[in-house]
C-alpha cells in the first residue's frame, strides 16, 4: 500500500497513538488503513461414499485436487459462502451440516472455515476455474496430488467423522491419517 | 475507496471479466481491490465460578459490557489473537480451551470467532479500551446492559457447555438463554 483509497495522497507507515502496530496513515487525510486476515469458506461435498473433488484450472497449484473453497465476500455468511464457492467451482448444490474444521494459515494471513455438507444431488460441473472433477470413492482421494495441506487436513477430518452423526467439534489444527477402514 | 492504494489513480466500479460482482478496479495499473469481511476475535474467560467482562470505554457502545474482543491482525491466529484482546482490554493472561462460537454479522461484514478461556490468574486490570472490569458470577451478568447481541449469545453458550467437559460443537448462531440453574 502507496497511497490513500481515501483521498489518493500518500501514505507512510507509522505508529497511531495507543496502537501497538506500525499502520499505514495517510499524510494528507489523516485515515488509518488497517489490513487483516481474509477469510476462506470450503465444504467437502459427500456424495453416497464419495467425495466431490476438484481439479484447479488455475494458479495457484493448477492441476491439482481440492474442495470448492475461496474467499468469503462482502454480504454473505460463511455458510452462503461456501455453498457459492461449491456452484462457482463444481456447480454444485449443497446442504450443510456442520463445521469441520477452523485452521489459522498465518503465514498467508488466511483463516479457513470448511464445513461438512452434502451434495443434494450428484449433477455436477466444472465451473470457471475447474479443469475436471469427479466424485472420488474416500479410499481412492488422490493423496499425493491434493493442492493444499489444509485440503488434506479436512478430509482426513471429513474421514474421522465419516460415521459420525450429532454434533462434532471443528478441528483447530492438522490432523493425523486416520487408520485405513477395513473393506 | 476511490483512489488505488498501489499507485494512487482513481478506482471505478466495474465487474472483472469472469467475475460476478462489482469490483473496485484502477484505471490506472488495472489492480482489483478486492474488499472482504473482517474477523472478531474474543474469548469468555472464566476464573473459577466467576467470568470476566470490561466495560467499554470506547464507541461504539461506550459504557456497556463486553468481553474481551477485537479484530484480528495479520500475523496470529485466532486463538493468540484471542489471548492479546484478552491481554490489551484486561490485562488477563488466559489459556484458550475451546472454539465457543462462530457468527456472522453479515451487515457488518464480521466473521467472529469466540473461544472458551480460563484466567490464568484472577489479577487483571482494564486496558485503555476498558473503563472498568471485573469477574461476574454467572447468575449476576449484567444481561441488560451488554454491548452487543454477540455477546449475549455467546454467554449464553457458555452457560450451556458451564459444567461440560470433553470436546463440543461451535454455536453457529443465537442461542436461547439456559434455563436459570438452582442455587
Not at 507507515?13 to 495507543?18: C, D, I, S, V
Not at 462482502?74 to 463445521?99: F, H, K, M, V
Request: charged share 25%; net charge negative.
Amino acid at each position: 500500500m502507496r497511497y490513500c483509497s481515501g483521498c489518493g495522497a500518500p501514505v507512510e507507515l507509522k505508529r497511531p497513538e495507543g496502537d501497538l502496530l506500525d499502520r499505514h496513515v495517510c499524510v494528507g487525510c489523516g485515515e488509518i488503513h488497517y489490513q487483516n486476515p481474509k477469510v476462506v469458506v470450503g465444504a467437502v461435498c459427500g456424495w453416497r461414499d464419495k467425495v466431490l473433488l476438484c481439479r484447479r484450472a488455475i494458479e495457484p497449484r493448477s492441476g491439482f485436487w481440492t474442495i470448492p473453497a475461496g474467499y468469503l465476500e462482502i454480504g454473505e455468511s460463511t455458510e452462503q459462502g461456501a455453498a457459492r464457492e461449491a456452484w462457482e467451482e463444481a456447480r454444485a448444490q449443497i446442504a450443510i451440516d456442520g463445521l469441520l474444521a477452523v485452521y489459522n494459515v498465518v503465514r498467508i494471513g488466511q483463516v479457513q472455515l470448511h464445513y461438512r455438507a452434502r451434495l443434494l444431488s450428484p449433477e455436477v460441473a466444472a465451473g470457471p476455474e475447474t479443469r475436471e472433477l469427479d466424485l472420488f470413492a474416500w479410499e481412492a482421494i488422490p493423496w499425493a496430488e491434493l493442492a493444499f495441506p489444509t485440503v488434506q487436513w479436512v478430509l482426513h477430518r471429513a474421514i474421522v467423522l465419516r460415521d459420525h452423526t450429532g454434533p462434532y467439534p471443528p478441528a483447530l489444527g492438522p490432523e493425523e491419517a486416520p487408520p485405513q477402514r477395513s473393506r
